[in-house]
C-alpha cells in the first residue's frame, strides 16, 4: 500500500469564451471513401469474401489467362482461397469454352460440417460469368480432403444440372490445405 498522496489533477484551463468554435468542414458527399481496407458487411463471412463478393473477373487477354488442362491447374487457385478457413466454402472458377478462367469467386459459405454447394447457386454465378464450363471447390475445415458421401452426391446433381444448362463440370475439388485436396473427376464421379 502506497503512502504517496496523490496528486490532485490539473485542471483543466477554462475555455476561452472569446474563441469562436470554428464552423465544422461539411464533408463533401460526392467524394468517395477509397475501398483500402474494407469492412466485412451483413451476411459476408471474412474479410476475403467481403472484397467484392470475393469475387474476382479476368480481364487479361484471352490467350493470357489460366488455362484449366488439369485439376492441379485449378488447384493452383482455388486452393490459396479456400485453405484455412474454419467453415466450408464453394468456389467457382468460370471457365470459357477454351477452359481459360472468366472468373474465380465465393458462391456460398456452409458452417463447420454443413452442405451448401447447390446446384442453382452455382449456375446463377456461372451464367452470370458467361461461362461455358466450370470447376467447383469446397474446402474441408479439418485438413482432410475425403470426400464425403454428401460430397460425391452434390458432384453428381452439380453435374446434372449443367448438362441441362449447357456448362460443363469438369471437376468437383475438395481441399484440405494447400498442399491436400482431391479430384472428384479423378475419382471418376463427374
Ligand atoms: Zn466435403
Redesign the pocket.
Known amino acids: 500500500m502506497s503512502t504517496t498522496p496523490t496528486t490532485p489533477a490539473t485542471p483543466t484551463p477554462p475555455t476561452s469564451p472569446t474563441t469562436p468554435t470554428p464552423p465544422a468542414t461539411p464533408t463533401p458527399p460526392a467524394t468517395p471513401t477509397p475501398p483500402t481496407s474494407p469492412a466485412v458487411p451483413a451476411g459476408a463471412c471474412c474479410r476475403d469474401c467481403a472484397v467484392a463478393g470475393a469475387r474476382t473477373l479476368d480481364t487479361e487477354p484471352a490467350a493470357r489467362r489460366l488455362q484449366v488442362r488439369r485439376p492441379e491447374d485449378a488447384v493452383g487457385v482455388v486452393a490459396p482461397l479456400l485453405a484455412q478457413r474454419d467453415r466450408?466454402h464453394c468456389a467457382l472458377l468460370a471457365l470459357d469454352r477454351k477452359h481459360r478462367r472468366l472468373a474465380l469467386l465465393i458462391v456460398s459459405v456452409g458452417t463447420a460440417d454443413h452442405t451448401f454447394m447447390r446446384p442453382r447457386e452455382i449456375y446463377r454465378d456461372a451464367l452470370l460469368a458467361g461461362a461455358s464450363a466450370v470447376v467447383v471447390a469446397?474446402n474441408?475445415p479439418s485438413g482432410d480432403c475425403t470426400?464425403?458421401a454428401?460430397?460425391r452426391q452434390v458432384t453428381r446433381r452439380i453435374a446434372e444440372g449443367g448438362e441441362l444448362l449447357g456448362v460443363e463440370l469438369l471437376d468437383h475439388l475438395?481441399v484440405g490445405d494447400a498442399h491436400q485436396w482431391t479430384s472428384l473427376a479423378r475419382l471418376g464421379v463427374c
Request: charged share 40%.
Open positions: 466450408e469446397h474441408h470426400p464425403s454428401d460430397d475438395v
